[in-house]
């Protein structure tokens, strides 16, 4: 099961949409959130039967979403977008496919 469109969330009364960088360094894009209202297409895909317990998300131009291995000082993980194409698996908490 798959599903297209765009990730947004609301973030201090902005509504902020999931982007790539422009830039590829490394075969690697910087994933961001754009609060100027704008949002990359994005291709959710569920590797579970059709849960949201393990998805992939990919770029239209199939870069996979992952984040760095290790913990920043702040205890957090920078997340990018890798064009080789490797990915991570998500859980999508508190949301289900739409019918």
């Not at 947004?8 to 590829?24: N, R, V």
């Not at 690697?28 to 998300?57: H, M, Q, W, Y």
Request: aromatic residues 8%.
């Amino acid at each position: 099961v798959s599903v297209h469109g765009v990730i947004k969330a609301q973030a201090g009364g902005h509504q902020c949409g999931l982007e790539w960088d422009g830039s590829e360094s490394g075969g690697e894009r910087n994933a961001k959130f754009d609060c100027s209202d704008r949002a990359d297409p994005l291709t959710i895909t569920s590797r579970s039967d059709g849960t949201t317990a393990r998805v992939i998300i990919r770029t239209d131009n199939n870069c996979g979403l992952e984040w760095d291995s290790s913990l920043d000082g702040n205890n957090e993980r920078n997340a990018k977008f890798d064009c080789h194409p490797r990915f991570d698996e998500f859980t999508l908490y508190g949301s289900s496919w739409a019918d």
